[in-house]
């Protein structure tokens, strides 16, 4: 097993580029771009709405013929902010066996060892090519991987179902079948500041939306006890958390506006609409007992929720052709489930057989100081190799 120049130059470069999420990925997938070029294959971007972020499609063999493999990974990264680093983290640095940098792990290291395969493959072996093999980068995966929702509802019409596609998140090369999905909303009360000394004259929006954030917990109660249940999570139900609440302007203001914050894990089999249709129907309650109280006031209340995340669960198929294939490659075999969400429920639920599986430890994702073992890298470039040459047998 080798870890080449090449390969290290390709991670490296990808690197360079700060690609935290706030910012555009343009400069990257330009770069990625000019290399493959080169190449004949088929390039296709597929930009957000403000044409400031894209997802790249590569693809390179038959591409009428079903099967095939895709490599999949997120151009972009989180943060360094309030973050102790000791190097520079655009700067990969190697030491004892480690490259350091933002991405190393999560998850530039895999995009450049994918990238380095996709184009071996295209110069070297095009003609060989069976089945057609493609790589996929894609953008604002960490703020909810909206880049890959965008292109499955876009342009997944591009390609036939493959084999496999296989999203290279850091597991440390385990064969990861299952996640939680994740669902963030805002719920925002409007209500009539006035001074405390008359609070009737007044609407408090923290009155109201103090409850709400109470029965978020009690709908998160009956998720744990009459919810579904999938015993490989831990815990093994969906849960439910108010992260943040925000209202009023001093203790003798009647508030006049709050929002909290609040998210559900579901468990594969949950999407979270129960969650949702619990939390309006409690929305309307309080709506109609202040419509109630409030008669003849003309005093207003505004209720809202605001989702801004929304991240399906995955449940893979491991008896699935494609996944045999890959788990058979694996020095650990062992199926598994991840604490953390990924692209892949967005892919399974396209009809595209996923499996979550990289080089490089999660543990070391968006932390200061993060960083990838060359093991890591050997063994990932090894596999990513072995996977390509699916495309070269007879579909
Ligand atoms: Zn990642």
Redesign the pocket.
Known sequence: MTFSNKQRNYIEDLIAFDTTSIHSNLDLIDHVTKILERTRARITLNFNPDKTKANLIASIGPPEAEGGVIFSG?TDTVPVTGQDWSTNPYRAVEENGKIFARGST??KGFCGLALAAFEHVATEHESKLQKPLHLLLTYD?EVGCIGAQNFVTTNSHLLTKPDLILVG?PTNLRPILAHKGIRCFNASAKGHGYHSSAPDKGVSAIQYNARLSGYVYRIGESLKNEGITDLRFDPSYSTVNVGTIQGGSAVNVVADECVFSFETRPVPGDNGDVLVEKFLAAQEKVQNCFKKAARDTGLELHLALDEYVSVPPFDGNEHHPGSKLLINLLDDKTVGVAPFCTEAGIFQNAGWNSIVCGPGSIEQ?HQPDEFITIDQLKRGAHLIEKISHRCFEPA
Request: aromatic share 0%; net charge negative.
């Open positions: 997120h999560d998850m995966e998140e994702a």
